[in-house]
């Protein structure tokens, strides 16, 4: 065996454990899902072939356009708002202000908070009667809504705790912050550009790939909402209006047991999704700017 | 370079070292002789305990079988996964809902052939109870401990309202009246105080149609839920929304607590009457041990006499998922469960009735439960109700709770909501029984 073969063979064999649980835990089960958003499968009996049955059937059912609208509604409202929460905090916390490593600490501790936990805690934080967001707007003369009882606010309740969520957006945007290089606006001081005129031309172009993750990650991660509006709102409740594509495709797999059903509702949403990001990818194309072209 | 073949070999040495000790620290304890029953149950605490009692009493009894158990949340889904693994427990406690659902899917074995041989009838259990353990013409499971329902009021809130506490409501239209009577709120407007609430707690969402004669589908092959009957009964929960206000009666729901918590809306003394179960005795004695309260048979509608007494029935079961390994033995663990001294210990534990038909005097003598009698009672009458049994029953029972929120908040009419989830759930009964029929033929 030569060296450079022995070599790949140690390199196969150091990766093996990856190797086994991507193929094993990864690889097969998207593959079967396919297979199964094909099939009435119950996970109890063998998969029957339906062929497309299983599309043609969520495009018929009411309840899945619901929970689509609910979704896109959701992520409509929250992915903007959550990068502007997540770009503004950031570009606060890169001036330079005594105890700046306090306020960064701060700011990203709520996004280690598990989400049941935070479910559980915002529950009591949009009480209707005694909580503590009605509270404050009553101080300011504002009589709140009924938070989670009104299919009218049940959505911008959940929008408001995404804003709380922001510590890992803002943490990337602070390390593309951080490597734009301070000679740009050394000259552009020279040349006598204000601080908005400073951030409008240099600061946001220079992080414009920073921003487009963001804000593709955010878009992928909004559309599969899940476990907090399932702790928080039980079966969609207000009037389903808290009802999102995820929570519907749970309930078909685990509590319907039409595995093929939810299988093929996965695969729509990847559909949605990888159309989505391609979409967004080439409109954010010629916006984009990359230092090292 | 002489350090590195060390190394290696201590390397080696710890990886052995850490699979020997995690090998023998997961290990069960040898039991020679006996055949081990793994058996999976949803219970924790007293009512864990209960079972534990009746669980050691068998294995003291024989020295053939050892029943090994094991609380696990989520214990449903848990087993059907892994009976689909290939590795079910061999006995599993389930839910009553669950019967029908695993049945269709294969998931349990019938256990005609056991209970014809262990002598087991429906002759030795109340019917409500039993018919929730047959489904198709087989049975499928068998009862450990069940529930029924009734009406719990405030005694104390009565009084307060110039109410006579020893005379609860005894048809729909007073308990309406009651609740106006009970109505309490603050200078703001705000509710403080409630007499009856249609979704506290909203476990039965799906059962209002039941109240007022109606059924939600015909047993066969069509839903019934836009009957007039079931109408009738939305109507029933909209007046609630009338009388209160909808929105104001959201925002009293707000300050409610977790059911078994101290801020409990019937515990907490904010609502007067709830529709609970027999279990609610041991949480009032737990969390408001000074609550004056009492229990009645729920109210009935004034014009139909022939519904008083209705009770919603609910029980937990024991089933063979599937691909147990020993079936034999753990029905032998089952029918011990099912002989009175074992059914009696259980449900004593648990601070329930039994659902044998035969009952020793000793057993409701020695019960904590006051209202006992009245709980073991009503699901003898001939207005117990249980959840329907079919496979879609998880998907039409949220139908339902979305439909009555729907007509609560004032979305939809109660015709239109129900239309609605008839024109919904209609199609999914027809697919369903379409599969079922072709699973059948190929079984």
């Not at chain 1, 193929?23 to 996970?43: E, Q």
């Not at chain 1, 909004?222 to 389903?240: E, I, K």
């Not at chain 1, 990818?281 to 230092?291: D, F, G, I, W």
């Not at chain 2, 308990?175 to 039965?204: C, H, M, N, T």
Request: aromatic share 14%; glycine share 6%; charged share 20%.
């Amino acid at each position: 065996m030569t060296l450079r073969r022995k070599e790949a063979w140690m390199g196969v064999l150091f990766a093996s454990p990856w190797i086994v649980g991507f193929c094993g835990f990864m690889l097969y089960p998207v593959v079967a899902s396919m297979y199964f958003s094909f099939c009435d499968y119950s996970v109890l009996r063998k998969p029957i072939w339906i062929g497309t049955d299983n599309y043609s059937e969520l495009l018929s059912d009411e309840l899945f356009w619901v929970a689509l609208k609910n979704t896109f509604l959701y992520a409509v409202m929250a992915l903007p708002l959550s990068a502007l929460a997540a770009l503004g905090l950031a570009l606060l916390l890169n001036t330079k202000i005594r105890g700046l490593t306090v306020y960064r600490t701060i700011f990203f501790l709520p996004s280690l908070v598990p989400l049941v936990s935070l479910a559980v805690l915002w529950l009591w934080m949009f009480n209707g009667q005694t909580g503590l967001v009605n509270v404050a707007l009553g101080s300011i003369g504002i009589s709140g809504p009924n938070w989670l009882g009104d299919p009218t606010w049940s959505k911008p309740a959940l929008v408001l705790m995404a804003m709380w969520g922001v510590g890992h957006a803002m943490v990337i945007y602070l390390a593309g912050l951080q490597s734009v290089p301070v000679s740009l606006f050394e000259a552009a001081q020279l040349d006598g550009a204000g601080a908005w005129k400073k951030t409008r031309h240099i600061t946001l172009p220079m992080i414009s790939p920073v921003i487009m993750f963001n804000v593709i990650m955010g878009m992928i991660g909004t559309l599969q909402v899940f476990t907090v509006p399932y702790v928080m709102f039980p079966n969609g409740a207000p009037a389903r209006s808290t009802y999102f594509y995820t929570m519907y495709l749970y309930d078909n797999a685990f509590r319907y047991l039409r595995m093929g059903y939810a299988s093929a509702m996965g695969w729509l949403m990847f559909l949605i999704i990888f159309a989505l990001t391609l979409i967004s990818l080439k409109l954010m194309e010629r916006r984009v700017h990359y230092a090292g072209d | 370079m002489t350090m590195r073949p060390l190394v290696r070999w201590l390397g080696i040495a710890i990886v052995v070292a850490c699979f020997w000790t995690s090998e023998r620290v997961v290990r069960k304890p040898e039991r020679p002789n006996r055949v081990v029953v793994t058996y999976w149950e949803k219970w924790t605490k007293f009512e864990g305990e209960a079972m534990r009692a009746v669980v050691d009493e068998f294995n003291r009894s024989q020295d053939r079988i050892y029943v090994d158990y094991l609380s696990i949340a989520a214990v449903n889904s848990k087993t059907l996964l892994a009976a689909s693994g290939g590795v079910p427990p061999d006995v599993a406690g389930l839910y009553d809902a669950d019967v029908a659902q695993f049945a269709d899917d294969n998931a349990l074995i019938p256990l005609d052939d056991f209970c014809r041989e262990a002598g087991i009838d429906s002759s030795r259990y109340i019917p409500a109870y039993w018919d929730i353990c047959e489904y198709g013409g087989k049975v499928w499971a068998l009862p450990t401990t069940p529930a029924s329902t009734a009406l719990h009021y405030n005694r104390e809130m009565l009084r307060a309202a110039g109410l006579d506490p020893d005379r609860p409501p005894t048809t729909i239209e007073e308990l309406i009246d009651y609740s106006d009577q009970l109505l309490v709120r603050d200078e703001r407007g705000r509710i403080r105080k409630a007499g009856f609430l249609p979704q506290e707690p909203g476990w039965w969402n799906w059962a209002w149609g039941y109240m007022f004669g109606g059924r939600l589908w015909d047993g066969k092959d069509t839903i019934t839920c836009d009957s007039p009957e079931n109408v009738r009964a939305f109507e029933f929960v909209m007046k609630f929304s009338d009388l209160y206000g909808a929105t104001d009666i959201q925002a009293f729901r707000q300050g409610f607590g977790a059911f078994s918590s101290p801020q409990n809306a019937f515990m907490s003394e904010k609502v007067a009457m709830v529709l609970q179960g027999v279990w609610m005795y041991n949480f009032i004695t737990e969390v408001a041990p000074d609550l004056d309260w009492a229990v009645a048979p729920f109210p009935h509608p004034q014009d139909r006499p022939d519904l008083s007494e209705m009770t919603f029935v609910g029980l937990d079961v024991l089933g063979i998922p599937r691909g147990a390994r020993h079936p034999k033995e753990a029905f032998e663990f089952i029918k011990f469960v099912q002989s009175q001294r074992g059914m009696e210990l259980l449900c004593m534990g648990q601070r329930k009735h039994s659902p044998l038909v035969e009952v020793s005097e000793d057993f409701y003598k020695r019960h904590p439960n006051p209202y006992i009698r009245l709980f073991a009672d009503l699901p003898r009458g001939p207005n117990a109700v249980a959840p329907p049994q079919f496979g879609i029953w998880p998907q039409y029972s949220q139908e339902l709770a979305a439909a009555i929120e729907q007509v609560f908040l004032k979305q939809k009419t109660p015709q239109e909501a129900l239309r609605d989830v008839r024109i919904r759930m209609q199609p999914k009964l027809d697919a369903y029984l379409k599969t079922l029929a072709q699973r059948n033929r190929d079984r």
